[in-house]
């Protein structure tokens, strides 16, 4: 076997059938094995951005490990975008590159990029194989130290003679992860049950730690009350009496005022994010602090931890579970009080009922969580249209939103609802998108139409990049520069170049008619739904300011106003 | 920066023990400017499968967070942090 043909073995031993790639002169041998392969799917999508962001939303939407690959030079620099956003948002990859043949590498040879020094900061590891006989094992090694503990990207840069080369090595073994031990949530038990105001605060690491049903059943065991962040979309369910949604700068008055109020704030798999947190000075003033998490360089690291936890959170939200069942916490109050603040400071949406009113996005948003079916999974890009999914679409899995929390990747939507299709060819996977986000990766709408990937495609069109012109309106008295998109190309017409049907609606009598139809659609479908340049995302926190000072106009108050929940 | 300001910036000494790999000192040196701290010396040995490396740092922000960090590496195998009692002042 060549190094070509030992990495499709690695895929087959790993169970890895889904690939996203593009060819080029250093990965060809590669690209030769696959000819004869018929156990691995290769997605060729149409830019190595979208490679890369599709194997990102694949490993989301499935739990398994991403896979992305591309030529050397131009092929890995295209990837980096999508590869940083995984690293931000910890989501398994791998990456594979060619490079350029050994004896040319430093000679500046026709496509090589130093791919390895470029990219130090936004891998888990990375490796840049100089012997064909250590491929195996570093194939063996990728793999699973991607999906290990935290997860991350770890990219392979080989040169084209290594995946030519005979490889004697044997097979590699495959590696064991290591055991982990549960630590003594003694003391952590000790300090929940003398809070009176506990606050549960979860976030990505959940999901990432496939603890759905663990955390779940710890909520369910303590009747807390949560928050959470925006990666912790779905953690508690749908329908949970104490959830109080999403915290931060777009997040409720109610999420945010819990925080505040709280003794104990309980923090689950989440890194306590500037956009979740605001200035730190006054983020959760009243609280005694318990951090649980995979990785040990998170705690203490933006607030220091009064007790840690480090390890599976799946073994530690049991073991709370289990000592909580035969006693539960006495915070009756305190739930009564958070199912309060739910209700007069929960997302609000200035519903407007008039049938010829042109469409609001939040009063489109819950229309379509309304709609659509509860496992449909929604792939956002970014701006004010995703934080309107995150406010007002109701989730009940984590793994059905799929949004770019780190990095804020524009462009991530699209690419990444063609990954989330080919985890699950059957399910329902709509990619809401806003007229900028769109543009960025639009070339994809040919995939969607080469797999004929059944995906909605929904554009919230504002004829603007919305989130920066909101910011302009408020924080720089409204001088607006450079978001203006009036010139947006006909989406429709667009769509129907790449044979994917499209329908307009403007209207607020159009909404119901237009997500049903696209839902209905066998096949992949776009519905372009104009909306107000104008609207804004409320509530906001000034970006660097206090989740205390929440600007809020969704009942039309004044724009200065600082409200907090009465 | 002020002569002041770098006469009160902690100092230490950190050694470290990697793994011998192609890209290891690049790897340390991200890690170690990213999360805030300049390298003021270095010096390094190899000997067989190891790297031994002993870096001088100046950083304000908690020294505990960069050793977690380095930890992270996969390569790194042991961190070692002493703190130096403001050097830079005692020099003068
Ligand atoms: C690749 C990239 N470039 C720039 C930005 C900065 N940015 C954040 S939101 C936004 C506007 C997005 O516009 P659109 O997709 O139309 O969404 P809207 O806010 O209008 O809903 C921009 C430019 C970004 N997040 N990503
Ligand atoms: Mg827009």
Sequence with gaps: ?566 | MSPQAECSTPSYNLNCRMQSEAAALERLCQVVRVRGFRISEMSMSSGGEHLDIALTLEGSRPIAMLRAQLEKLHTVEEVLVQPLSSVRSALG
């Design chain 1, 1 to 566: 076997m060549n190094g070509a043909q030992h990495i499709l073995d690695a895929f087959h031993r790993h169970n890895i059938h889904t690939v996203f790639g593009y060819p080029g002169g250093c990965i060809m041998p590669l690209y030769d094995a696959l000819v004869d392969d018929v156990g691995v799917e290769h997605v060729l999508c149409r830019h190595e951005q979208a490679c890369a962001l599709a194997a990102d939303g694949f490993a989301r939407a499935s739990g398994d490990i991403g896979v992305c690959i591309a030529t050397s030079g131009p092929g890995a620099t295209n990837l980096i975008t999508g590869v940083a956003n995984a690293y931000m948002d910890s989501i398994p990859m791998l990456v594979i590159s060619g490079q350029v043949p050994s004896p040319l590498i430093g000679t500046d040879a026709f496509q090589e990029t130093d791919i390895l020094g470029m990219t130090l900061g936004i891998v888990k590891h990375s490796y840049l194989v100089d012997d064909a006989n250590a491929l195996p094992a570093i194939m063996e090694e990728a793999i699973t130290l991607a999906q290990s503990s935290r997860p991350g990207p770890v990219w392979v840069d080989i040169p084209k003679n290594i995946l030519l080369a005979d490889v004697a090595a044997p097979i590699a073994t495959k590696a064991e992860t290591p055991e982990s031990n549960c630590p003594d949530v003694a003391e952590a038990l000790a300090m929940l049950r003398s809070a009176k105001r506990p606050l549960l605060y979860s976030g990505g690491g959940v999901s990432l730690a496939q603890a759905e049903d663990s955390f779940r059943q710890f909520v369910q065991a303590t009747g807390m009350p949560s928050v959470v962040t925006l990666k912790g979309i779905g953690n508690p369910g749908k329908g949970n009496p104490y959830n109080l949604g999403m915290l931060g700068m777009h997040g409720s008055r109610a999420a945010n005022k819990a925080v505040e109020e709280c003794d104990l704030l309980f923090v689950i798999g989440a890194r306590l994010d500037d956009r979740a947190t605001g200035k730190l000075d006054g983020f959760a003033p009243n609280a005694r602090m318990i951090h649980i998490d995979a990785d040990a360089a998170e705690i203490n690291k933006l607030r220091p931890a009064d007790l840690a936890l480090r390890g599976d959170l799946n073994q530690i939200l049991d073991a709370f579970t289990k000592a909580l069942s035969s006693e539960p916490l006495l915070i009756s109050d305190w739930q009564k009080q958070c199912k309060t603040w739910h209700t007069t400071g929960g997302f609000q949406a200035a519903d407007n009922e008039e049938s010829l009113a042109p469409i609001s996005g939040p009063a489109f948003v819950r229309q379509l969580s309304k709609i659509a079916p509860d496992n449909a999974v929604i792939a956002c890009d970014v701006g004010q249209h995703q934080m309107w999914v995150a406010q007002h679409y109701e989730f009940d899995h984590p793994r059905h939103h799929l949004t770019s929390g780190g990095l804020g990747t524009m462009g991530f939507g699209l690419p990444a609802a063609i990954g989330a299709q080919f985890a699950d060819r059957s399910s329902t996977v709509i990619n809401v998108t806003g007229d900028g986000s769109f543009m960025m990766n639009a070339q994809e709408l040919a995939t969607i139409r080469r797999y004929n990937l059944p995906l909605k495609l929904i554009i919230l069109d504002n004829q603007c990049l919305g989130m920066v012109r909101q910011q302009q309106e408020l924080f720089y008295n409204n001088r607006e520069s450079h978001i203006n998109l009036d010139d947006n190309p006909d989406f429709v017409a667009m769509a129907r170049a790449f044979d994917i049907p499209a329908l307009h609606i403007e209207r607020t009598d159009q909404i119901r008619r237009g997500i049903e139809a696209i839902l209905a659609y066998d096949g992949p479908m776009l519905l372009h739904v104009a909306i107000s340049r104008e609207e804004n995302v409320w509530p906001i926190v000034k970006p660097g300011g206090s989740n205390k000072e929440m600007i809020d106009e969704t009942r039309r108050t004044s724009a200065s106003t600082k409200e907090q929940v009465a």
